[in-house]
């Protein structure tokens, strides 16, 4: 306290004229419209600068929250779509009867790790089998496939990525009834590219063409996958196929983990086949 003292009275010269052009700035200010006018828009410009980089600052901070909210209502709006249901028909003397039922229901996840420049990627992301995932289950993002649940702990999941050479995705395209295999790595390594194999050399592809899911294994079907770049012939009796991707895996935040609800029914019943060989 005695060293506050001792500088205000070292420069209290100082501070005498900060206190008397203070208050003549005042008494110029109260006295005269223009400068009273002149001195209330700038203080509304001042405040009003302040408060927009405030808010600027407090938005900033709530963008996870708002990622969240928004990654919550696209996986409810999935469940609405028409590859979420299965329908029921009842065809009899053309009377049609239809209902639809929930088939795939959305799990959102964030992610907090993720590779894209090995030759082998994965995902991990910050749900796990106390949100309900398993291992096996399909996992998209807002823009297409992005996966296979690989391994499962309570709290997180690792996914094999799109971007890994063991990773086979049912694919189609979207004009013809011609289906094969997504695949990444060997001749592709690129992140944002993959290729489909297995479209018999008579179909014919058109650059630009939209690469979907079948719906035949763990995506309900159009899901986009990504667009032919170009098409060629492999030599054999299929096509080679390179696919632009439709997900940007470098800057991926959050997930769709896919929950088949007919999964377990649709397995059981295919084991039958192998058990009757």
Known sequence: MKNIWIFIGKYNAFFLFLLFFGFSLFLVIRNNIYQRSYAFNSANLIVGSIYAHVNEFTKYFNLGKANDRLANENAALREQLRQSLYSNIVDEHQVNDSLYDQRYSY?????????????????????????????????????????????????????????????????????????????????????????????????????????????????????????????????????????????DFSTLQYVYVVLDKMSDEKQELEKLNTENE
């Open 107 to 247: 799990i959102v996840a964030r992610v907090i790790n993720n590779s894209v420049h090995q030759k082998s990627n994965y995902i991990t992301i910050d749900r796990g089998s106390l949100h309900g995932i398993q291992k096996g289950m399909g996992v998209i993002s807002a823009d297409g496939v992005v996966g296979i649940v690989l391994n499962v702990s309570p709290h997180f999941t690792t996914i094999q990525s799109v971007l890994h050479p063991d990773t086979r995705i049912s694919a189609t395209l979207d004009t013809v009834n011609a289906f094969g295999s997504l695949i990444w790595g060997g001749k592709i390594v690129d992140p944002t590219k993959a290729a489909l194999r297995d479209i018999p050399n008579h179909v014919k592809v058109k650059e630009g063409e939209k690469v979907v899911t079948t719906g035949y294994s763990l995506f309900p079907s159009h899901i986009p996958i990504g667009k032919v770049i170009k098409s060629d012939m492999s030599g054999d009796s299929f096509l080679d196929i390179e696919v632009l991707l439709d997900t």
